[in-house]
C-alpha cells in the first residue's frame, strides 16, 4: 500500500485502479462485518449462561459483559470500514471509467485533426478529474489502513478477554464445560476476524 499512496501523492500522476482488487477487499470486509456481528450474540449467550449458573460464575459474567461491550465497538469500527472500502469502490469504478473515456478520445484524435482542439479540452477535463478521484482515492487507501490497524488492536483486546472468559469458566461449577465451549466459541470468532483482517492488510500493502 505504501508504494501506492506514494505514487499518488503526485497530484500530477493518474493512478492505475485494480477495481478487482478493491471489489475483493469489500467481499472480505463485509465477511468480517458478518462474522463480528455474531461475537455480540454470543457474549449475549454467555451472559445468560453465566446468570444461570449463580455466584460461582461471577468472574465469568463480568468477562461476558465486557465481551459484549468490545462487540458492539466491533459492530462501530467495522461499519466505518465499511464505508471507506465503499468509498474506494465506488471511485475505483469512477476512475476506470474516466479511464476508458479517456482511451476512446485518444482513439479519435488519432484518426484526425478535424476534431483535435475540441477532443483535448474534453480530454484535460477527464484528466483533471482522474487527479481528483485520485486525490480522494489517496486519502481513503491512508484511512483505511489506520482503521485496520484499530480494528486489530481493538480485536488483540478481545482476545485477551475471551482467553479471561476461559479461565473464569473454570470456576463455573458443574456449568463450567457449557461456559468454556462459549468462552472457545468467542475466541474462536475473534481470531477468525484477525486472521482475515491481517490477511486483508497483506494484500492491500502488495
Not at 463480528?36 to 468477562?63: C, D, H, P, T, Y
Not at 484528466?127 to 482515492?137: D, S, Y
Not at 470456576?171 to 481470531?191: C, D, F, H, P, R
Amino acid at each position: 500500500m505504501e508504494e501506492m499512496l506514494d505514487e499518488m501523492m503526485d497530484d500530477t500522476a493518474i493512478p492505475v485502479v485494480d477495481l478487482r482488487r478493491v471489489v475483493k477487499a469489500n467481499e472480505d470486509i463485509k465477511k468480517v462485518i458478518r462474522t463480528s456481528s455474531g461475537v455480540n450474540l454470543v457474549a449475549l449467550n454467555a451472559m445468560l449462561i453465566a446468570k444461570r449458573s449463580g455466584e460461582r460464575s461471577r468472574g465469568f459474567a463480568v468477562m461476558s459483559s465486557e465481551l459484549r461491550l468490545f462487540s458492539r465497538k466491533l459492530e462501530g469500527t467495522m461499519g466505518g470500514l465499511g464505508t471507506l472500502i465503499f468509498g474506494l469502490v465506488r471511485d475505483a469504478a469512477a476512475m476506470q471509467k474516466q479511464q476508458h473515456e479517456q482511451q476512446h478520445l485518444r482513439a479519435a484524435l488519432a484518426q484526425g485533426q478535424q476534431m483535435r482542439e475540441r477532443v483535448e479540452q474534453v480530454l484535460a477535463r477527464k484528466e483533471e478529474k482522474m487527479r481528483e478521484i485520485g486525490k480522494v482515492m489517496r486519502q481513503d487507501w491512508h484511512n483505511l489502513q489506520l482503521q485496520l490497524n484499530s480494528v486489530l488492536q481493538l480485536c488483540e483486546t478481545g482476545g485477551f478477554l475471551s482467553r479471561s472468559a476461559k479461565i473464569e469458566a473454570v470456576y463455573g461449577g458443574e456449568m463450567s464445560g457449557t461456559l468454556k465451549q462459549v468462552a472457545n466459541k468467542i475466541e474462536e470468532t475473534v481470531n477468525e476476524i484477525i486472521s482475515t483482517l491481517q490477511l486483508l492488510r497483506t494484500q492491500l500493502a502488495e
